[in-house]
């Protein structure tokens, strides 16, 4: 079953915009990870942010972690054409100890306009 | 390292053939994973590997479906007898638990049954 939840399910702006998209999730997690897949292709992982971090930067990236309201924010700054791809959360369970599979999301699909 | 492959790329076969995926992880990597991605139903985890191990097969759908890792360097995901519902894109990943839990995805195996 799905564990996360991304909001919005799409999302479309101008280069140079930031973006950001959100995901929660229903149980206690280990990490909560962000993977960007571009058509066609297979996933990239981008970043990972831990149960006990709040807030991480990788970049143009920075990811957010609230474990109270079990909810995670991914911003891209200053979004350029490349940018353009799907993006999924994906969570870790408490009890793997970051060694099992993972939950995916069912994305958002980010389009940014040249 | 050349990353994650997958074998083969693409898959057409018909309804009751057998179908065997195949994978080779990163080399040094411990974890593996196998996941189906289809527009109804997002990425699910079918079944992950721990030091060639199978530690959680839950997400496997059927006893139609069967994986083996019989070294680190290799793992196959079959479908006996194929159904058209069946139909997905199948993605290997490997990890290095305990250096980071991040996960790295090999480019897909599109199978379509028909």
């Known amino acids: 079953s799905q564990q996360g939840e991304e909001d919005p399910q799409a999302l479309s702006i101008q280069e140079g915009e930031n973006a950001t998209m959100n995901c929660s999730y229903k149980t206690s997690i280990n990490n909560l990870q962000w993977y960007r897949q571009n058509s066609g292709r297979g996933l990239v992982h981008l970043i990972l942010?831990?149960?006990n971090e709040r807030e991480k930067h990788s970049g143009r990236l920075r990811v957010t972690l609230d474990t109270s309201k079990k909810s995670s924010s991914l911003l891209i700054t200053a979004s350029r054409a490349a940018d353009t791809a799907s993006y999924f959360c994906a969570t870790g369970s408490i009890w793997g100890g970051g060694a099992d599979g993972l939950t995916f999301g069912k994305g958002t699909h980010l389009i940014i306009q040249p | 390292d050349a990353g994650v492959i997958q074998s083969p790329r693409h898959e057409v076969t018909e309804m009751g053939q057998e179908v065997t995926l195949r994978c080779k992880p990163i080399s040094g990597h411990n974890s593996l994973f196998w996941y189906r991605q289809t527009m109804m139903r997002g990425l699910e985890l079918l079944i992950y590997f721990n030091n060639n191990v199978p530690i959680d097969d839950s997400g496997m759908p059927e006893d139609r479906f069967s994986a083996k890792m019989p070294n680190a360097s290799f793992s196959t995901l079959k479908i006996q007898p194929s159904e058209p519902r069946d139909s997905a894109v199948y993605f290997c990943a490997s990890s290095l638990y305990g250096e980071g839990d991040e996960q790295y995805f090999g480019p897909g195996t599109r199978l379509t049954v028909t």
């Open positions: 942010i831990r149960s």
